[in-house]
Every structure is written in C-alpha cells, then in structure tokens.
C-alpha cells in the first residue's frame, strides 16, 4: 500500500508539473502574439503618421514643422551611425551583455556617472550608452517609451539629483565615509537592497511629472544600485540593475550573487570610465599631428620666401637665340638672385639654431626644477642601530689592523676610501657598487689607471692637470666594465696627487683592508634577518663554467674531427680527379698516336701507288715513244705533219686503222 501511495503521488506531481508547463506555454505564447500586434500597431502608426506628412505637406503651416522633423531624424540617424562606429560602445555594449548574461533575474542595467552642474552642483547623467535590457524581455509600449528616442512619446533620461529618480535614490542611500562615498566594494559588509519601484513611485517626496520613474515602475518590478569609482581618473558613479518583482528574493540576496553584480559594477564602471581618456589621447594625437602639420607648412612658407621652390619651379631652358647682353643681365640677376637666397637661407638657418637652442635651455631649466619624486624615507632606529654597530666594529678592526702594521713596517693602510666602503655595506647593502665585485675589481682598475697617468713626466703633464686626467680616465674605465664603485674615485685622485707616499705597496695594503672589511661585513651583515650580503659575488659557478668548459671543448674537437675529416674526403675526391685526368690524358695519346700511324699508314699507301703509278705511265710512255718513232719511220711520208698523223689526216689514199 506505501508504494502503491507513492506511485500515485509522483503521478500527481507530474501532472501538476505538466500542466504549470502548460501554463507557462501559454503565457510565453500570449506575450509573443501581444508583442507581435505592437510592432504591427507602431508600424501601423508610423505609416498613418507618413500619409499624413505626405498629404499635409502643401500646408504652408505644417510644411516647417515637417522639415524640422525631418531634420531631427536626420541628426538622429547620423549620432546613430556615428555611435555604431564608436569602439567604445561596442566594448560597453558587449561588457553589459556579458554581465547582464549571468546575473540572476536581470532583465535590464543602467549606467548613471556623477557630474558637476553649475546651478545645481552634483548631479547624475546617465552614461554615453549607458542602457542595456535582455532580448528575450518582452516589449511592450511603456518599455517602447523608454527606449524608442524617435517614438513621439518618448522620455529621455534626465539629469537627477541626489534622492530623485531610481538612480538619485539608490545614490542617496549609499553609505558615506571620509571620502564623502565609502566605495569598497571588496567587502562583504554592505549587501544589495532592491527597492520596489512602484513604493518608489508613490513616494510623495519624489516629483509627480517625472513620467521615466513610474514607467520604470510599470515595466520592471524592482531595482538595485551598486556604486563603483575609478581610482585612476576619480569617476563615480552607480549601476542599476533592473530586475522583474516575480524574482526569487532569497536568489537575489544570495553572497554570491552579490558579489557577481559588485564585481560586474566595478568592471562597467572601468568601461565608462576608460571613455575619456581614450578621448584625451585621440584629441592628443590629432594636435600632435596639427602641430606638425602646421610645422611643415612654415617651412614649405619659408623655403618659397627664400626663392628656393620658386627658382625650381620658374626655372626655363635657356634659349641660344638670345643676344649676348640679355645673356648677361640673366646672368648677373641670377648671381644677385642666388647671393639673396643665401643669405636669407642663412638667416633663417640663425633663426633655427636660436629657437632649438632656446628649446634645449627652456628643457634644461625645467629638468633643474628636478623630476618630481619624493625622496627615499628615512631608515628605523632598529637598522640605524645595526648599521652603528657594524660600522664601528668594522672600522675598529681595520684601525688596529692599521696600528700594528705601521708599527711594524712604518706603513699604513688608507683608511679614507674604507670609511666610504663600510658606509655602502651598512646603508646601500644592495647597490651593485656595494658588491664585492665591484669594490675590489674597481679600486684594483681604478688605481691601475691613475698609477699609470702617474708615469708621465710634471714637464709634459702637470700635477693639477694629471689629478683631473687620471681619475677621469679610471671612472670611465670601471663604467665600461660595470665595476662603478665611488671610493675608486677618491683611491685614483689620491694616487694621482701624491705618488711618492702612494705606491703599489700601499695598493696591495689597501686591497687586504678592502678584502678584511668585505668579510666581515659578509658575516655580520647576514646576522639581520631583513638583509642579505652579498647579493651576487660575480664568480660563475665552479660546475656551471665546467660544464661549459666540457661543452666548448667537445664543440671545438667536434669541428676538429669535422674539419680532418673534410680535409681526408677534400684530399681523397683530389687525389681521385688527378687520377681520372691522367687517365684521360693516356687515353687522349693513345688515340692521338694511334690516329698518327693510321694516317701515316694511308699516307704511305697513298705515297707507294702514286710512285707506281708514276712508273708504270713512265714506261707506257717511253713504249709509246718508241713505237710512234718505228710508225713515222716507216709511214712518215704519207702525212704532212705529226699532228696529221694523231688525227689520222693524210693525202695518200691509205687506210690504216690507229692504235689508241
């Protein structure tokens, strides 16, 4: 029977929970069609209000009237147009979005920003699109007449005073301090109180024309105010959050949320507050760039009063037609003209190096006015007491060390410089030119230089002249190498003026006095639980500069081993190619040699048939000789001549046929 029971209750629950979401449906869909037939009524009403401009527009009354409407949407298109294209609106806009997002139960967030009014001291604006509401929020016509500025029935945001309007009242009720407003908002101590704008409205202090407060209260339920103050550029200000009166109120009060909607005030109001001075730097830019541009334009005027552009631009080619005197008064003008532009270029070339010098004394002064710190506070009676003791004890080892030594060798320690040194150990404990490094390499640097200043003879370099020269050279010396200690200063002016008593027996002296003091200040300085001496020694780390040792020595074998190894593969691909070109070179004589032999051979042969040739046409014709000899002899009479007798031409009747 229990589970039985159960079984109908969780039934029931779910019926009831379908038929609240039933419910809500509805609602959502009668909100949806009650916002559709507004829109459809304004577009509506806009329409009439055109056909009736349209048709009231021969009225010579209403005409003015229609062109100052017109005029006024104009200008209200363009501040539109201008503030989309704003970049701070967008980072506003998108920073109340993003606040509004996730805040429980805000339907919609107003900015108000404190300002100074001359009739009525301080007042409250609202901020430069200052005004955000949630898009699923529905619209009705009151909420229309709150943020349509071009609805005939709108009401704009009006400036308010402490204690009016829902932003004056919120502002009015802000705890106050010292500071006139106590603006922590990190703490916890104060919580949100939302008022219910309908009590507000019916308040009899608060005026009874003030038509935004009560469509404040028609549309949303409650409100809130968080203040919030830029310690930057000290605007205040206050941020409302609307919210609907159908909202959780244990929600709305919950830490939590209390301390999203400070922190959501505390970022809009950095928002809103970044606005003018962004401003300040664009108006800036732009009157740098004017400035220069203003600065260009002079010297552009003052180039062409000087005849320099003018001389370009006028100049012609000269004409070879001319005669030879107007040659020469062009001529001799031109000189006049050129000695003119000089001397004006000059002047103005004056005037420049006057002004810039005039700008760099004006910059100097105001540089000697000093930079507009505030000096260091003053040690406590604690560190005071510490340095007193450390001082005196240091010093009191050094002077005995001292004591005893000029005792002993008739020879001190320069006791001066180490005054200098404890000083810097005890008050400037963390100085680089306190530093162990520093105070031994630069004393040792400094000393070097002057000592060495010191050599050159009184006959070429005066004794007041090397004071000033030595130490000058050493202070530049240490700072090049970042050793900058002060006491090497007084050590190389000391050097440098009295070089018999200084030598560098009482250099070596004043380093041991100088090491002496270094640890002793290295034990007593670290006995304070506030300080730490030194703060680096300037010695690399023993396994540190080993490890680099390993690392260069592995690289420089590496490139070694790198450069033997190319070296081999250079000699070897050498050693190959000489190889291959004394093979082609063999291979080259051998043809060549065998190319010899065939020609000499065919040459021989050619040689030997021309020979036999030679011979045997020797013999035929020798045959032939002696043949055509017997022929004459017998038949020679028959023909006149030998030429009758190798035509076969004869007078004698004989017929003989002839030998080829």
Same mark, same amino acid.
């Given at each position: 029977?229990?589970?039985? $029971? ?32 507004? $829109? ?22 209403? @005409? ?140 009899? #202090? ?50 939590? !949320? ?16 970044? #606005? ?103 040690? %406590? ?43 810097? !150990? ?76 200084? #030598? ?65 593969? %250079?000699?070897? !691909? ?17 043809? @060549?040699? @065998? ?11 050619? @040689? ?41 031409? $004869? ?10």
């Amino acid at each position: 029977p229990q589970e039985g $029971h159960a079984i109908t209750m969780m039934e029931e629950e779910k019926s009831q929970r379908g038929d609240i979401i039933e419910m809500l449906r509805k609602k959502r869909d009668e909100a949806a069609e009650k916002a559709a037939e507004l $829109h459809h009524n304004r577009v509506r009403s806009r329409a009439n209000e055109n056909t009736s401009a349209s048709a009231e527009e021969e009225d010579p009354v209403i @005409k003015p009237l229609t062109a100052v409407n017109q005029e006024e949407e104009e200008e209200e298109a363009a501040r539109r147009s201008k503030e989309e294209d704003d970049p701070y609106l967008h980072v506003l806009q998108a920073t109340m979005a993003g606040s509004g997002r996730w805040a429980f139960g805000v339907a919609a967030i107003e900015i108000w920003i404190e300002q100074s009014d001359e009739k009525r001291g301080m007042v409250l604006e609202r901020a430069k699109g200052g005004w955000w509401r949630d898009s699923i929020f529905e619209e009705t016509e009151a909420l229309a007449r709150l943020e349509d500025s071009l609805s005939p029935h709108y009401v704009p945001p009006k400036a308010l005073i402490p204690g009016l309007g829902v932003a004056g009242t919120l502002w009015s009720e802000v705890p106050r301090g010292n500071n006139h407003l106590n603006l922590n908002l990190n703490s916890n101590s104060r919580n949100n109180v939302w008022r219910d704008l309908n009590q507000l409205a019916q308040d009899p #202090d608060q005026p009874q024309d003030n038509g935004r407060l009560a469509l404040m209260a028609k549309v949303f339920g409650i409100a809130t105010g968080v203040p919030f103050s830029s310690r930057i550029t000290g605007l205040r200000g206050i941020c409302v959050f609307y919210a609907r009166r159908s909202t959780d109120a244990q929600k709305l009060s919950d830490p939590i !949320h209390q301390r999203y909607l400070q922190s959501s005030a505390d970022l809009l109001g950095s928002v809103v507050s970044w #606005d003018q001075p962004r401003l300040d730097a664009i108006q800036k830019r732009n009157d740098d760039f004017a400035i220069i541009k203003t600065r260009v334009r002079r010297k552009i005027m003052a180039l062409s009063r000087i005849g320099m552009l003018r001389s370009i631009l006028n100049s012609t080619p000269e004409d070879p037609n001319r005669d030879d005197a107007s040659r020469y008064s062009n001529a001799s003008s031109h000189t006049l003209q050129r000695r003119r532009s000089t001397m004006q270029l000059a002047r103005s070339k004056s005037v420049i190096i006057g002004k810039r010098l005039k700008k760099k004394a004006s910059l100097t002064v105001k540089k000697m006015k000093g930079g507009g710190q505030i000096p260091p506070p003053p040690l %406590s009676n604690s560190q005071c007491l510490f340095a007193l003791a450390g001082c005196f004890l240091s010093l009191l080892s050094l002077s005995a060390i001292n004591e005893s030594i000029q005792t002993s060798f008739d020879r001190g320690i320069l006791l001066a410089p180490l005054g200098a040194l404890v000083t810097m !150990h005890y008050g400037l404990t963390s100085a680089p030119a306190s530093q162990p490094r520093n105070s031994l390499l630069g004393v040792l640097v400094a000393t070097v230089c002057s000592k060495s200043v010191a050599y050159i003879p009184t006959s070429v370099l005066a004794i007041w002249v090397r004071v000033a020269l030595g130490p000058a050279i050493a202070i530049a010396v240490t700072l090049k190498l970042g050793l900058a200690h002060p006491p090497a200063g007084a050590v190389a002016v000391l050097f440098a003026l009295d070089t018999s008593s200084n #030598d560098w027996k009482s250099l070596g002296l004043l380093l041991f006095g100088y090491t002496e003091a270094i640890f002793f200040a290295v034990i007593f300085v670290n006995l304070n639980g506030t300080k730490t001496f030194p703060m680096y020694w300037g010695v690399p780390n023993t396994q540190e500069w080993w490890g680099i040792l390993k690392r260069r020595l592995k690289e420089t074998s590496g490139q070694c081993n790198a450069r033997f190894t190319n070296m081999i593969e %250079s000699e070897h !691909h050498q050693h190959a190619n000489q190889q291959h070109d004394n093979d082609d070179d063999n291979e080259r004589k051998e043809k @060549k040699e @065998k190319a010899k032999k065939i020609s000499l051979f065919f040459l021989s042969q050619e @040689k030997k048939e021309s020979i036999e040739s030679n011979i045997a046409s020797q013999a035929e014709t020798k045959s032939l000789n002696s043949r055509s000899e017997n022929f004459w002899n017998d038949h020679g009479p028959v023909f006149n001549s030998v030429d009758d007798y190798r035509t076969g031409k $004869h007078d004698k009747g004989i017929d003989f046929e002839m030998e080829p």
